[in-house]
């Protein structure tokens, strides 16, 4: 069965990893091909804001951009170093999308109500797709965490989860 995923709401602890895998399909039920796409997802703590609090784009394994603890941050001006993005195609699949949203940066998104959405650019002919928007709702965790400030020691992509949701579904 089919789900439209066109207004999807998202729910989080901060500070878990978040996973969406979900396929992207044609009126026929087959899965768009991805391959010329780019994609970028934004999460914002208002519609009407240009400041982010994440970004993610198709550079996997470090396409997941936070503002860190100092805050809101405008497109492209994000730091990463953790493991996260968007993932076209994913496992191979004609169609199938993953979303993952780091534990690091997660945990610098503040509780409460925001919004995003996911736009595909088609690099051939340039049109813009938003094929998925909605809230995403940051929960305060039960467990006290402290973080300190992101450090950059090492290789990116090699920080650890603390935990992660996993979703199957196809619009």
């Known amino acids: 069965m089919s789900t439209n995923l066109s207004n999807y709401d998202i729910y989080v602890y901060k500070g878990n990893s978040f996973i969406l895998d979900f396929k992207y399909t044609d009126k026929l039920n087959r899965g768009i091909d991805l391959s010329n796409y780019e994609a970028n997802l934004h ?4 519609a009407y804001t240009n400041k982010l609090v994440a ?3 198709e ?3 470090t396409g997941c951009f936070g503002g860190g603890l ?3 941050f405008y497109a492209g001006e994000g730091f990463t170093g953790y493991t996260g ?4 195609n994913y496992d191979g699949i004609t169609g199938n999308i993953r979303i993952h949203l780091d534990s690091e940066t997660c945990f610098s998104i503040p509780v409460g109500k925001h919004f995003y959405d996911l736009e595909l650019v ?3 002919s340039g049109i813009q797709r938003t094929i998925l928007r909605g809230n995403i709702n940051l929960l305060p965790s039960t467990i006290n965490v402290e973080r300190s400030s992101p450090q950059f020691i090492g290789e990116p992509g090699l920080t650890g989860e603390t935990g992660w949701v996993r979703h ?4």
């Open 59 to 61: 550079n996997y394994p």
């Open 122 to 124: 088609d690099s051939l």
């Open 70 to 72: 100092t805050g809101d």
């Open 85 to 88: 993005g968007l993932i076209l």
């Open 168 to 171: 199957m579904l196809e619009i």
């Open 55 to 57: 970004q993610l784009n």
């Open 43 to 46: 999460i914002r703590r208002s």
